[in-house]
């Protein structure tokens, strides 16, 4: 069986909260890899190039959930995760394009 964790819904998401989130690099790669999958895809697979700890890539995961940019959906162990691309552009439009064109930044990995 499937459940989605929480998160904020389309009118509820706040640009300031949106934005926060992008602010770390590691959530704009992150936000990046997942826009390159048109299905839900395991967390841990998305991360693998990341040199992060398990708690460190799971706090990234819950700050982006939390601010309306991912949906999470957990069976058993598994969550799959994907961008919330239809919910971000009828509230910010044009806004996900602009943040995944954009050069990406350098950050240790």
């Known amino acids: 069986m499937?459940?989605?964790l929480p998160q904020p819904?389309?009118?509820s998401i706040d640009m300031t909260s949106l934005?926060?989130?992008l602010a770390d690099p590691v959530r704009r790669h992150l936000i990046r890899v997942?826009?390159?999958h048109t299905e839900p895809f395991e967390c841990g697979v998305v991360a693998q190039?990341?040199?992060?700890t398990k708690a460190t890539l799971s706090h990234h995961?819950?700050?982006l959930r939390e601010a309306g940019?991912?949906?999470t959906s957990v069976q058993g162990r598994t969550r799959l995760i994907s961008i919330r691309k239809a919910d971000i552009e009828q509230r910010f439009p044009g806004l996900l394009d602009a943040i995944l064109h954009a050069?990406?930044?350098s950050f240790q990995k």
């Not at 190039?49 to 992060?52: P, T, Y």
């Open 19 to 21: 934005l926060s989130a």
């Open 61 to 63: 995961w819950k700050v």
């Open 49 to 52: 190039d990341l040199e992060l």
């Open 69 to 71: 940019l991912t949906t």
């Open 103 to 105: 050069k990406e930044d």
């Open 2 to 4: 499937k459940r989605r």
């Open 34 to 36: 997942l826009a390159q």
């Open 9 to 11: 819904t389309t009118d």
